[in-house]
């Protein structure tokens, strides 16, 4: 073997000793990439989902912490209509350590161009029973209407239990009093229905503390199992009965001197001004009951008023709960419903403006006026019809007509019957709402319907009446009379000259040739 032949070989030797390492050195950053971001699972090249700037968020009892994702397109076309979702661990409720204010937690995406990333936040708050441990959530990525993700990735968080609260006071010297002990609610997701097509979510149990515990050592919870409000839609600027239910699920122990105290968002731009969104009528958020006895269930009560610039949207309210059972041992729990409010229409109409008031059957009238809506809802397609006993039905199409904004009405109304004077028309606006329920509202209009007439009788209708009252119809025909038989004398007379200049040129034509024949003989 010649001295390059043998360089050649080594060469080709050192390739295939690379070509089986590298797919090892591969497998093992891309498993690293993993370790670092907090992902779990099999890692799809489509699209990738991970915590921002690869942090592992820790959470705290009762401590709201917005969690920011960053979505990378790693095809080469672009995507659309994407959507990001947790799984809510469905009936495993342990696998989910966030309170559920929501029944599906998702945000939407547009547009994602080929290699490019963005950014999506989820606000969490964690469960008080969650407890210190790592909670592995899964999020995934949807195309359209696509039921089957395109990608899923796990992601990890952390979680503190809530601190134990400190009753050793409530024990006795002696050591009697009950032993020491806590507990705590599951926090299991609920779902419950206000009346009305919007469901109403809220989150039973939360947390219980106490320094001692039942005869049979456990802790008895109170848990709110669904809500109803009187009426049964909320709108906003009105007040309504929130009457919650609740349920002790300890099978032996009765718990007693309960303090139910409700906790509503703020709304409002300028924190000096804002407000919660409901506000108690009785000035008080706090609800007294004596007791629940094992196994039993109960209602609270109270009577709130809606703020009337609310948004139409379901708004949370927080419940905290604190009761002591047999042995008068302190607990504390705590839970969640979302309340959907309402907004009322609000809108008005300008004066009409009609041109011309009155119209020959077959004529057309213009009507024109304004729709002013004053309210905070938007008004979906709307329509105006007028209708009347004298004019052809005629709609107009308006449209969506937004918060603060103003529409245009211009309508050709056509006379179809005499009316007998001005007669009474009807406009109904329609529209709807943001759920497509359709509303309407009417105004009445005055257009009076003639009979149509000839163009001769028109333009002596045109002329003025004075001028017709005052005109000299018999000197005129008498004047007419005598010009006709002046006319007929002048005529009479040149014919008669006429027929006695043609008998004389007669006569002398005769002569003439008498004449003429007398020479000859």
């Given at each position: 073997?010649?001295?390059?032949?043998?360089?050649?070989?080594?060469?080709?030797?050192?390739?295939?000793?690379?070509?089986?390492?590298?797919?090892?050195?591969?497998?093992?950053?891309?498993?690293?990439?993993?370790?670092?971001?907090?992902?779990?699972?099999?890692?799809?090249?489509?699209?990738?989902?991970?915590?921002?700037?690869?942090?592992?968020?820790?959470?705290?009892?009762?401590?709201?912490?917005?969690?920011?994702?960053?979505?990378?397109?790693?095809?080469?076309?672009?995507?659309?209509?994407?959507?990001?979702?947790?799984?809510?661990?469905?009936?495993?409720?342990?696998?989910?350590?966030?309170?559920?204010d929501y029944q599906k937690y998702e945000q939407k995406i547009d547009t994602l161009k080929a290699g490019q990333k963005t950014e999506i936040s989820f606000d969490f708050l964690q469960r008080d029973d969650a407890g210190?441990?790592?909670?592995?959530?899964?999020?995934?990525?949807?195309?359209?209407d696509n039921d089957k993700p395109i990608a899923t990735h796990k992601l990890y968080v952390y979680t503190t239990e809530k601190p134990q609260a400190d009753n050793s006071q409530n024990q006795g010297s002696n050591g009697n009093g009950g032993g020491s002990g806590s507990g705590s609610a599951d926090g299991d997701a609920m779902t419950a229905s206000v009346g009305n097509d919007e469901p109403a979510v809220y989150s039973g149990g939360g947390s219980g503390s106490g320094s001692g515990s039942s005869s049979d050592g456990s802790v008895p919870r109170v848990i709110v199992t669904g809500f109803d409000t009187n009426p049964a839609e909320v709108h906003a600027g009105s007040d309504f009965t929130l009457t919650i239910h609740l349920k002790n699920t300890s099978k032996k122990t009765k718990v007693q001197n309960m303090l139910f105290e409700l906790e509503a968002p703020t709304e409002g731009t300028d924190e000096q001004t804002s407000a919660p969104a409901f506000l108690p009528t009785s000035g008080s958020n706090s609800i007294y009951l004596n007791g629940i006895k094992a196994d039993g269930t109960a209602d609270i009560s109270i009577t709130l008023n809606a703020k009337a610039d609310l948004l139409q949207k379901p708004y949370s309210?927080?419940?905290?709960?604190?009761?002591?059972?047999?042995?008068?041992?302190?607990?504390?729990?705590?839970?969640?419903?979302?309340?959907?409010?309402?907004?009322?229409?609000?809108?008005?109409?300008?004066?009409?403006?009609?041109?011309?008031?009155?119209?020959?059957?077959?004529?057309?009238?213009?009507?024109?006026c304004s729709l002013y809506n004053l309210g905070r809802i938007k008004l979906y397609n709307a329509k105006a019809r007028f209708e009347g006993n004298g004019i052809k039905k005629q709609e107009i199409f308006i449209g969506n007509v937004e918060a603060g904004a103003t529409g245009s009405i211009d309508a050709m109304l056509e006379g179809k019957k005499i009316s007998d004077g001005p007669a009474k028309v009807t406009m109904t606006l329609s529209y709807e709402d943001e759920s497509g329920n359709i509303s309407t509202t009417t105004k009445d209009l005055n257009l009076e319907v003639t009979e149509k007439v000839d163009d001769d009788e028109a333009a002596a209708s045109d002329m003025p009446e004075e001028t017709q009252k005052?005109?000299?119809?018999?000197?005129?025909?008498?004047?007419?009379?005598?010009?006709?038989?002046?006319?007929?004398?002048?005529?009479?007379?040149?014919?008669?000259?006429?027929?006695l200049a043609e008998i004389e040129e007669e006569e002398l034509l005769d002569e003439l040739e008498r004449s003429s024949e007398d020479e000859h003989q």
């Amino acid at each position: 073997m010649t001295k390059s032949r043998r360089v050649m070989a080594v060469i080709v030797a050192a390739l295939l000793i690379v070509a089986m390492i590298l797919p090892g050195l591969v497998v093992k950053a891309e498993a690293a990439d993993g370790e670092e971001t907090g992902e779990t699972g099999p890692v799809t090249t489509k699209v990738t989902i991970k915590s921002k700037d690869n942090k592992t968020l820790q959470y705290k009892p009762g401590e709201s912490q917005k969690w920011t994702l960053v979505i990378t397109n790693k095809t080469e076309q672009d995507l659309s209509n994407l959507s990001v979702s947790p799984d809510m661990g469905g009936e495993n409720a342990d696998a989910w350590p966030f309170k559920t204010d929501y029944q599906k937690y998702e945000q939407k995406i547009d547009t994602l161009k080929a290699g490019q990333k963005t950014e999506i936040s989820f606000d969490f708050l964690q469960r008080d029973d969650a407890g210190t441990r790592r909670y592995y959530i899964p999020f995934s990525v949807y195309e359209g209407d696509n039921d089957k993700p395109i990608a899923t990735h796990k992601l990890y968080v952390y979680t503190t239990e809530k601190p134990q609260a400190d009753n050793s006071q409530n024990q006795g010297s002696n050591g009697n009093g009950g032993g020491s002990g806590s507990g705590s609610a599951d926090g299991d997701a609920m779902t419950a229905s206000v009346g009305n097509d919007e469901p109403a979510v809220y989150s039973g149990g939360g947390s219980g503390s106490g320094s001692g515990s039942s005869s049979d050592g456990s802790v008895p919870r109170v848990i709110v199992t669904g809500f109803d409000t009187n009426p049964a839609e909320v709108h906003a600027g009105s007040d309504f009965t929130l009457t919650i239910h609740l349920k002790n699920t300890s099978k032996k122990t009765k718990v007693q001197n309960m303090l139910f105290e409700l906790e509503a968002p703020t709304e409002g731009t300028d924190e000096q001004t804002s407000a919660p969104a409901f506000l108690p009528t009785s000035g008080s958020n706090s609800i007294y009951l004596n007791g629940i006895k094992a196994d039993g269930t109960a209602d609270i009560s109270i009577t709130l008023n809606a703020k009337a610039d609310l948004l139409q949207k379901p708004y949370s309210i927080n419940l905290s709960m604190k009761y002591e059972d047999s042995q008068a041992t302190q607990i504390e729990s705590s839970s969640s419903i979302s309340i959907p409010v309402k907004q009322d229409a609000r809108f008005e109409f300008s004066e009409f403006e009609i041109s011309p008031q009155t119209i020959e059957v077959g004529g057309e009238a213009n009507v024109m006026c304004s729709l002013y809506n004053l309210g905070r809802i938007k008004l979906y397609n709307a329509k105006a019809r007028f209708e009347g006993n004298g004019i052809k039905k005629q709609e107009i199409f308006i449209g969506n007509v937004e918060a603060g904004a103003t529409g245009s009405i211009d309508a050709m109304l056509e006379g179809k019957k005499i009316s007998d004077g001005p007669a009474k028309v009807t406009m109904t606006l329609s529209y709807e709402d943001e759920s497509g329920n359709i509303s309407t509202t009417t105004k009445d209009l005055n257009l009076e319907v003639t009979e149509k007439v000839d163009d001769d009788e028109a333009a002596a209708s045109d002329m003025p009446e004075e001028t017709q009252k005052s005109f000299p119809v018999i000197p005129v025909v008498i004047a007419a009379v005598v010009i006709a038989v002046v006319a007929a004398v002048v005529i009479l007379k040149k014919r008669k000259k006429k027929q006695l200049a043609e008998i004389e040129e007669e006569e002398l034509l005769d002569e003439l040739e008498r004449s003429s024949e007398d020479e000859h003989q």
